[in-house]
């Protein structure tokens, strides 16, 4: 192969081109990247970067539980207490001359059964204080009882529970658990009056009145 010519630096004098053989232009080569591995190797280590270190997080305050109203108490009414329902008139002397009357209260759909048993007993109002009344709706599933005058028992006739009259219509036997809620009454000269309920009508947990209805 031709030998390469090869132009000197400024400052080397003379103008006479220096003409190198492929070999001597390979090892001149070789020569400067040694030389610069040299010179890379003998140079100072750089000085490590330096990670700023991290800023802690400022601690939250705790979280503070927002307040909860307390609901009010609320107080169910007990099988003895006597609801104060509204004062109606729900019969007259001169209806119970067979012994027993039916009516309603306090509304329509609540029927009950007005008696006078003859002899006086438990919450008995009138002359003789044998009148009294209970509702008609059986305390276990609410349906319909029926009154026999003769024997003074309340007789369901879904499932069959029966119940005292002359006892403060107290349960005898049936899968009931509660005897039949009584009728607080009054008597205002032929007049009888019904006041409250002692006891809780079946389908009625609560005080209601006729303009709740």
């Known amino acids: 192969m031709e030998d390469q010519g090869v132009t000197p630096p400024d400052g080397v004098a003379g103008t006479q081109q220096v003409r190198l053989g492929r070999r001597s232009f390979l090892k001149l080569g070789s020569l400067g990247g040694t030389a610069a591995v040299l010179a890379a190797c003998s140079a100072p280590p750089a000085p490590p970067t330096v990670v700023p270190p991290t800023t802690a997080p400022a601690p939250t305050a705790p979280q503070v539980p927002t307040p909860v109203a307390a609901a009010e108490p609320v107080t169910a009414p007990l099988v003895s207490d006597v609801l104060p329902y ?99 009454l009054e008597v205002e000269g032929q007049d009888i009056y019904a006041v409250g309920v002692q006891g809780l009508i079946y389908g009625r947990p609560h005080n209601l009145s006729l303009t709740e209805l």
């Open 86 to 184: 509204p004062r109606l008139k729900i019969a007259t002397l001169s209806d119970l001359q067979k012994g027993v009357f039916s009516t309603a209260y306090p509304d329509q759909f609540s029927p009950v059964q007005v008696l006078k048993l003859g002899a006086k007993t438990v919450g008995g109002v009138g002359p003789d204080e044998d009148i009294v009344a209970y509702s008609g709706l059986c305390t276990h599933m609410g349906c319909p009882v029926t009154y026999n005058p003769a024997t003074r028992v309340f007789m369901c006739p879904c499932h069959y529970s029966h119940f005292d009259a002359a006892t403060d219509a107290m349960l005898i036997s049936g899968p009931a658990t509660q005897h039949l809620p009584r009728v607080v």
